[in-house]
């Protein structure tokens, strides 16, 4: 009996995972933040919402295009500013 239970929850996780990593990066972003939103309401634990917070930002991390180019990121530091090797 025990056994099916756990042959279930890995099919379960395994499930989870696929259908994770097969939705369009978007879509696992809103979903993430809407996770995030549910985790970090009051009376919750601390540790899901650690959870959400890092689940957002691997998503994130995968978006891609344009929030990792060049053209987004600050002015570079000024010769003065740059710490000495």
């Known amino acids: 009996m025990w056994q ?3 042959v279930g929850l890995i099919v379960l996780a395994a499930v989870l995972y696929a259908g994770w990593t097969l939705l369009p990066a978007t879509l696992r972003l809103r979903t993430a933040q809407c996770v995030g939103d549910w985790a970090r309401r009051p009376g919750r634990p601390a540790w899901l919402g650690r959870a959400a917070t890092s689940v957002e930002n ?3 991390a995968r978006l891609g ?3 990792d180019c ?3 990121q600050g ?3 000024r010769p003065g500013n740059r710490p000495k090797r």
């Open 4 to 6: 099916a239970i756990v």
């Open 75 to 77: 002015p570079p530091a």
């Open 58 to 60: 691997a998503a994130r």
């Open 65 to 67: 295009g344009c929030s």
């Open 70 to 72: 060049g053209a987004v």
